[in-house]
C-alpha cells in the first residue's frame, strides 16, 4: 500500500473513513491501464482534452481560496498553487497536447462532458457557498490522490511505458512536495479552525461528506475517460 | 407545436436558436410517459426525490439572483419566485412524495445522483462567477421548460392519467402566469443591459451557450429519471 | 436595562461580551433624539433616505444568507425575513418617504454616504468569503438592536411623539417575534455547527470579531446620521 | 499633466469622465506632502499599517478575479499580478515597516478603520456580486492612480526626500508595466464583452458609476490617512 503519512493528519484521516471508495478513485482501471501501458492511445487524447478544462476551473478554485483565506501565510500557499496550475500544469498540459497533435485551441474549444461539469462547478460552488475549509476539502482529492497515483504507477510500470512522462509529473519530488506543502496547510487550517480534537467538531462531518463526494466525483471522471465519444 | 410568446422575447429567441435541443428536452421519452400514463410508479419515485434535492439548489440559485439584482423591482420578483419555491414547489413536493409513502427526512437524505449535481451546481456556480444575467439565463431553461411541457402534456392526456396533479401543476394558470412574469424580468433585464439590439451584444454569445448547457443538463436530468438505480 | 432573553442565548452572549459598544450604539445621541422628539426633521429625513438604501443591501444579504442554508428550515426562515424586508420594511419606508415629500425616484438616487457604503458591504463580503455562520452574526446587530431600540425608546417616548410610528414599528409585536424567530435561528445555526459549547469552538473568536466590527458600524451610520451634509 | 496613454484606452477614457475627482484623488494633500517632504512621520506609519490590511483585502480582490475570468489568458494576468502583491508588495511593505520598527504582528493587529473597510469591501462585493468587467473596474482607481502618484511625485521631489524609496516603487520601470499590462487587460476584456463601441453599450454606465465610487473611496483613504487617532 502507498504511504502518504506526509500529507498530513487530516487527509490521512479523511481516507481512512472511505478506503473502498479512494482505491476504487486511486486504482481505478483508467489509472491501471496508464500504469500497464494498454490505455488506448484515443482515450489519453480524450482524457487529456477533458483535464485540460478540468484544470481551468480547478485554477479558478484555487483562486478562490486566496479569496477566502483568513491570513496571509494561507494566501501564499494558495496563491503558489494557483500559480504551479496557471503558469505550469496548464502549460505542461498545452505542450503535451501539442505533441498528441492537438492546438491549443482544439483544446480550449473542447467540449465540457456532464462528468467533468458535476465535478468542477461541484468544488466551485462548495466554495463559493461555504467557507475556507469547505472548499479547500473539496480540492484534496484531487490534489493528494494524483500524488497517490504518481507514487503507484510508478511503482508498477516500466521505463518504457509510452505514458512515463504523465506518472513522473506526480511522480516527482516537485509534486510530491505540493502534497505535503499543501497537507501542512490543511493541517493548519483545521486545527486553526476546529482544534486538535477536530474529528469530533460539528463541523467535521460536513467536511467528510465533501471529501467523500469530490472522491466519488473523480471515480466519475475515470469512468468518462473510458467512454469515447 | 406550443405556442410561448407570452414567455417573451428573450426566451423564444434564445430557444429558436436550438429548437433540436430544446424539443429534446420538453419531449423527451420520459416527458412522454407522463402523458401517456405509461412512466414506471418506481421511476417517478425515483425523479420526485431526485428533484427535490434539485428543487433545494433552484430554490438556493433564485436566491442568489436576488442579492445578485441591480433594482428593488428585481429583487421583487426574484424573491416572490423565491418564496413561491421555498413555500409552495418544495412542500407540494413533499405532500406528494408523503403521498408515495415517501417520508420528508427520506427525502432529504436521498443521494444525489451525478446528473442532479451537475445541474443544480453549473446554475449556482455561473451565477457566483457571473453576474445578474448569467444567472437569470441558466435559471430558464427550466422554468419556461416545465411551463411548456404543462401544456404539452395537458394536450396529449387523458384525465384519468394517474400523473395528472403532476401535469396541472405546470398546467395551471398560477404557473403560466410565473413564465409571463419571469419572461417580463428577463426581457426587461436583458433590454436594461444590453438595449434592444441585444442579439448583436458581444456578451449574448455566453448566454447563449449558458442556455443552451443548461438546456443540455435538463436532458441529463430527464435520462437520470429513466434509469433505476 | 432592556431584557432581551427571548432574543436567544448567543445573540445574549455575543452582546454581553461588548456591552459598551452595544449601548454605545443602542442608546447613541441619535436614538435617543428620536426617543425625546428632539431629532431635527432634516436629519430624520437624511436617515430615512440613508436606511433605504441600507435596507436594499441588507435584503440582498439576507437572500445571499438562503443560497448558504444548510436545511430547508434554515432557507424558509431566511426567505420569510427577505420577504418581510422586500415587501413590507421597504415599502413602509417608501410610503414614510413619500409622506416626508420624498419621491422613490429621489430615494433610489439618493448618494451612499462612506459610512453607509462600509457597513453594507461589510456585511456583503462577510457573507460571500464566509459561510452561513459568518454573515447571520453579521446581519445580527441590526436585527436585534433595533429590537431592543423599539423596547428602549417606546419605554421614554411620549405618545404625542412625531416619531411614534417609527418607534412603533419596532416595538410592535410583529417586530419582536421577528426577533425571537431569528435569536432561535441563530441559536439553532450555531449549536448545530459549533455544539453546545459554542463559545469554546475556535470559530467562535472570528463570529466575536464580526460582531463588534458590525456593531460599531452600526454606530458610524448613526454618527454619519447627525451630520448634515 | 502626467500623461498615461500606455495605460490604455478604457482607463483613460473612464478617467477623462471625472477629472475633478481623479485629480483631487491623485493630487490630494497627503500625496503632496509625500512629494513635498513634510509628511509627518507619524502619519506616514499609520498609512502603511492601513495600507498592509487594505493589500491583503486587495490581494483577495485580484484572486477573485482570476475565478472570474473568460479565458486562460485573463486568469494569467490577473494570478500574475496576485503573485506580485502577495510576494512582493506585501513583503515590501513588511519591510518597510521592519524599518520604521512596527513588527509584522503589529501590523497585521492594525485595527481597520473604517474608510479602509468602506473601499476593500465596496470592491469584494462588487467582484461577487458582479462579474469580471465590474471587478476589474473596481480595481483600476487604486492600480492607474498610483503609478500617476509616482510619475507625479517624481517630478516633484528631490533625492533627498525621505520618502523617495515609497516613490520610487511606483514611479519605477516594473510598476509602470504593471499599468500598461493591466490597461492591456482592461481594454481588451472591455472590447469583447462591450464591443469597440463600449462607451455606447448599456452596461457601461453602471461601470463608470464603479469607477467614480472607487476613486471617491480612494479620496476618503487619504483623508483618513491625514487623521491621527
Not at 484521516?13 to 478506503?19: P, T
Not at 485540460?52 to 494558495?78: C, G, P, Q, T
Not at 503558489?80 to 505533441?99: F, M, P, R, S, Y
Amino acid at each position: 500500500m502507498i504511504k502518504t503519512d506526509n500529507y498530513g493528519i487530516v487527509f490521512n484521516k479523511l481516507k481512512s473513513n472511505i478506503l473502498d471508495d479512494w482505491k476504487h478513485y486511486t486504482e481505478h482501471e483508467f489509472v491501471k491501464s496508464i500504469g500497464n501501458a494498454n490505455l488506448d492511445k484515443k482515450l489519453y487524447i480524450k482524457y487529456l482534452k477533458q483535464d485540460y478544462i478540468f484544470l481551468i476551473h480547478f485554477s479558478r478554485a484555487w483562486a478562490l481560496l486566496v479569496a477566502k483565506s483568513n491570513s496571509v501565510d494561507e494566501m501564499r500557499i494558495a496563491s503558489a498553487t494557483l500559480d504551479a496550475l496557471v503558469n505550469e500544469e496548464i502549460q505542461l498540459h498545452i505542450k503535451t497536447c501539442k505533441a498528441e497533435g492537438i492546438s491549443e485551441e482544439q483544446l480550449f474549444n473542447t467540449e465540457e462532458e456532464l462528468n467533468n461539469i458535476a465535478y468542477t462547478r461541484f468544488v466551485l460552488e462548495t466554495g463559493y457557498s461555504g467557507g475556507f475549509l469547505d472548499l479547500l476539502v473539496a480540492l484534496s482529492p484531487c490534489v493528494f490522490g494524483y500524488g497517490e497515483i504518481g507514487l503507484y504507477l510508478k511503482s508498477i510500470s516500466k521505463n518504457n511505458n509510452p505514458y512515463i512522462s504523465w506518472i513522473d509529473t506526480y511522480y516527482s519530488k516537485e509534486y510530491q512536495e505540493v502534497c505535503t506543502n499543501i497537507g501542512n496547510l490543511l493541517d493548519k487550517a483545521i486545527q486553526d479552525r476546529l482544534g486538535k480534537d477536530f474529528a469530533n467538531n460539528n463541523i467535521w462531518p460536513k467536511l467528510e461528506e465533501t471529501f467523500l463526494t469530490a472522491t466519488k466525483l473523480e471515480i466519475d471522471f475515470w469512468e468518462m475517460s473510458l467512454r469515447l465519444e
